[in-house]
């Protein structure tokens, strides 16, 4: 399943990214993406392997391989996305939803 950041729009989420790749082909031609799984702990679903190719997202990630990033996706009034820092009380809700899928 795919699952496209309008989706994750207002959502906590945590982003494990896993791979980058410098040079992924698109309809508008070549870009860098990370390949990332998305816990979206508001909907309490994972999507594995999703490739992010938005440059705030890549910007950030693609550096920090496993490493988790746990915040809230939010539209940008030009039609971008940002990646919002959770609070401590949204750092304890994912910390207990990725806690719940190991069980």
Request: glycine share 8%; proline share 3%.
């Amino acid at each position: 399943m795919v699952v496209q950041l309008q989706d994750l729009d207002g959502h906590l989420v945590v982003l494990i990214p896993t791979l980058y790749d410098p040079a992924i082909r698109t309809k508008s031609g070549t870009t860098d993406a990370v390949f990332t799984h998305v816990c979206d702990v508001t909907a309490g679903e994972v999507f594995r392997d999703q490739m992010i190719v938005a440059r705030q997202f890549v910007d950030g990630m693609r550096d920090h391989l496993l490493h988790p990033f746990i915040g809230v996706v939010r539209r940008l009034d030009d039609g971008g996305f940002t990646f919002d820092s959770a609070t401590d009380d949204q750092r304890d809700v994912a910390r207990d939803f990725l806690n719940g899928l190991s069980d």
